[in-house]
């Protein structure tokens, strides 16, 4: 089967995994150039090139408390 995932945020990275997993074929769609959704830091907190306003979770100076099970599954280590 072919799907298309719209969005290359938590959500539709999770959505490809799994379509993967299960031997789908898949292409994601992504307005940006990066993938991270609104967990992907930038600068630019007006609007985008297309004059869309630009959302993210993320911002300068931002301190995230986490244990240790959760650094090694976002680092790989």
């Not at 994601?28 to 993938?35: A, L, Q, R």
């Not at 100076?61 to 959760?70: E, H």
């Amino acid at each position: 089967m072919k799907i298309g995932i719209v969005g290359a945020g938590a959500a539709g990275l999770a959505a490809l995994r799994h379509s993967l997993q299960q031997g789908h074929e898949c292409v994601v769609f992504e307005k940006t150039d990066k993938i991270g959704g609104t967990w992907n830091y930038t600068d630019d907190l007006d609007v985008d090139s297309y004059g869309l306003p630009v959302h993210s979770s993320m911002y300068q100076g931002l301190i995230s408390v986490t244990d240790n099970s959760q650094q090694v599954y976002l680092t790989g280590r």
